[in-house]
């Protein structure tokens, strides 16, 4: 039986249009935060910031369609970094591969400030170890190998890009919506003097 191992990892770096509430509080969270970067109809909130998360259907050299589903535990520290672990990891639609898999995911997103201006940078990294089914044994190692960590790479890439084009528009908004609340909140009070 050949075992194989797939990885990936991906950066960013972000400056951060700072809004009526700084972005720090934003980060402190983790439901708003993955509900940025994540397909709300994909996923589903668990107890103790935990999130199920649906992946998109992937294929695998035109041989395996199959969708992944991990269980996140996401978490901001002290000083406002947002980190986040896989706890578990389930392959829908290949049972062979389902019980012959692990997924391990970490990452982290945090503020930083630098000439003044704020910055989000963030790194993910994400290793599958799995075995190979047998119809795939006689296929060279290193095209499985080139195969596998493009597909990891491709998924990184796309929460990537759904955290540029989502994460500070939802910033935003919350601020806004955040902002907006407490006004009317201080304008009913001096109302009521």
């Not at 389930?90 to 049972?95: H, N, Q, V």
């Amino acid at each position: 039986m050949q075992n194989l191992r797939f990885t990936a990892s991906e950066s960013l770096e972000i400056a951060v249009e700072e809004q009526n509430i700084p972005i720090q509080h934003y980060l402190r969270q983790p439901e708003r935060l993955v509900r940025a970067i994540a397909d709300p109809k994909l996923m589903e909130s668990l107890p103790e910031n935990r999130y199920r998360l649906k992946m998109r259907p992937l294929n695998f050299m035109n041989l395996y369609r199959f969708q992944p589903t991990v269980i996140l535990k996401v978490w901001t520290t002290n000083d406002g970094t947002v980190r986040l672990q896989s706890e578990s990891c389930e392959i829908r639609g290949i049972d062979y591969i389902n019980q012959r898999f692990s997924l391990a995911v970490t990452g982290k997103l945090a503020p930083t400030e630098y000439k003044g201006k704020t910055y989000l940078k963030g790194r993910s990294d994400v290793t599958v170890t799995v075995d190979i089914p047998p119809i795939l044994w006689l296929t060279p190692t290193p095209i499985l190998e080139v195969t596998g960590n493009s597909l990891l790479k491709s998924v990184l890439l796309r929460i990537k890009q759904r955290i540029l084009s989502h994460l500070l528009k939802d910033y935003r908004q919350w601020s806004d919506s955040s902002t907006h609340k407490k006004s009317s909140t201080q304008l009913s009070n001096v109302r009521t003097v």
